[in-house]
């Protein structure tokens, strides 16, 4: 997750106050190669490693801390290194967000799971230099149909946005897809969610977030091209009422302002020349 930019901000800092000769509007998402693609999916990968790794721990009376440090061995054992630890002094491997918690939840050993909480976790690892980034939604024990069918429909939602990533579709041709994803869960979920609002995904490579910003909604057509090797984190977040977040105390843990459950998953993905690549999959 990334915040979005302020718009004003945003315009004037990447935008020239005049088309320059030869590259009129030619932004491209930055292109890896395919060796550098399967470095990242070598990190992705022992993310992936790591998320299976805390849904098989996580249970009644398991605390987050708990589940932060089960990512963390796993991470370190496959020599990576965890890339939220200390992030902008974030304190921990994991963002845990249970219940009405939307991202960036501190993993805590006062926070104890239990049967029915909703679960998102959220974890990043770095090897060979490249980034891994990925995030699943989990119930402890059954979840009752509607937090099902709110993690379902974000999942339904990322799913949407990466059949988006193919060379030649534009930035919010993703974000529109993924807008569109929700839409159709909706319909066949039969209720609403809420896509919240001023966070998205980002760029992803070398550093953890790059630019660009991607929204999980709007109008399609618009922001830099995708080409081979563009690469993008995906990130859908959607709740059960509201769109609007705040953020605790703790200065990093997001809520929704009316305690509405709230669901994410997330891929790291790259546009290929042979469809979109799923860079966090365990292998
Ligand atoms: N990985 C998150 C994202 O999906 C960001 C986590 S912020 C951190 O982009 F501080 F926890 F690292
Ligand atoms: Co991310």
Known sequence: TRSSPAPCARSAASRPMVSLPGRRNRKVVAQRTPGELDAMAVAGALVARALQAVRDAAAPGVSTQQLDEV????????????SFLGYHGYPASICSSVNDRVVHGIPSSDEILAF?????????AIVDGWHGDSAVTFG??????????????????MEAGIAAMVPGNRLTDVSHAIELGTRAAEQRHGRRFGIVEGYGGHGIGREMHMEPFLANEG??????????????????????????????????TVVTTDGSRAAHWEHTVAATDDGPRILTLPD
């Open 116 to 124: 029915g909480d909703l679960v998102s976790i959220d974890c990043g």
């Open 71 to 82: 990512a963390e061995a796993v991470i370190r054992d496959g020599r990576g290194t965890p």
């Open 140 to 157: 402890i024990g059954d979840l009752i149909p509607v937090d099902e069918a709110l993690s379902a429909a974000t999942r339904e939602s």
């Open 219 to 252: 109008a399609p057509g618009r922001g830099p091209v995708l080409a081979a090797g563009s690469v993008l984190a995906i990130e859908p977040m959607l709740t059960l009422g509201t769109v609007k977040t705040r953020v605790l105390d703790d200065e990093w």
